[in-house]
């Protein structure tokens, strides 16, 4: 039937149009995280292999050290920058998403009898998005951090930062207990400074929300 609001004859096929386009978008977002998590997943197993290879060839001597302090940086700040592409990657998934909550509300003006049928949000606020991406209204757990794919490649990055330590003060004949407690110092701090990054970088989306339409307040 004709539109029912002051929309012009021509905006529901603009709309879906749009919806279209942006549904399109999200699936080369998750095509690149993927991507970009996979290459640092592969590069780190063939670190590891080849460092195995040259462990075995040198005996654990002065070749393995200084191969291992050449090699495992350069994983490490590959972690890095796949890292921070992938919250690039999820503000960009956010962004279409408030996109689609927008035209949906769009779509409920132009037919409101058709929104107990709708399951995702019209609100285009925090809430509105997290209804639309993850299908919940509560506050995601802490733990969440770590289940998500930047949560995983934080943690695994982590490891290589302690591995880094551990091998130089392997090299510096520092003793096995040393080597250990450095390790694992550097691997926390490594992941308290992800976290901390994170937590900035979500804060600062927050802050640059400006919702059109947000959700009302709960009864």
């Keep these: 039937g004709a539109p029912r609001s002051d929309f012009g004859p021509d905006a ?4 879906t149009t749009e919806h279209w386009s942006l549904l399109a978008a999200r699936s080369l977002v998750y095509t690149e995280a993927m991507s970009r998590a996979s290459i640092f997943i592969a590069a780190l197993g063939a670190s590891v292999v080849a460092l195995a290879l040259v462990a075995q060839a040198t005996d654990f001597g002065t070749g393995f050290y200084a191969f291992s302090l050449v090699l495992l940086p350069v994983v490490y700040f590959l972690g890095n920058v796949t890292l921070i592409r992938l919250a690039q990657v999820t503000r960009e998934d956010a962004l ?20 107990p049928y709708f399951v995702t949000s019209k609100y285009d606020d925090e809430p509105g998005v997290l209804l639309s991406s993850v299908a919940t209204r509560e506050p995601l757990p802490r733990t969440q951090a770590f289940v998500a794919v930047p949560g995983v490649v934080a943690v695994i990055d982590s490891v290589v930062a302690g591995a880094i330590a551990g091998i130089a003060a392997l090299a510096l004949d520092l003793g096995t207990a040393a080597c250990l407690a450095l390790g694992g110092l550097f691997f926390l701090g490594s992941l308290a400074y992800f976290a901390w990054w994170a937590r900035r970088h979500f804060y600062k989306y927050s802050s640059d929300l400006d919702p059109l339409f947000p959700s009302p307040p709960a009864d």
């Design 96 to 115: 279409w998403v408030r996109g689609m909550n927008r035209i949906r509300h769009a779509y409920l003006e132009l037919a409101p009898e058709l929104e």
């Design 12 to 15: 529901l096929q603009i709309l």
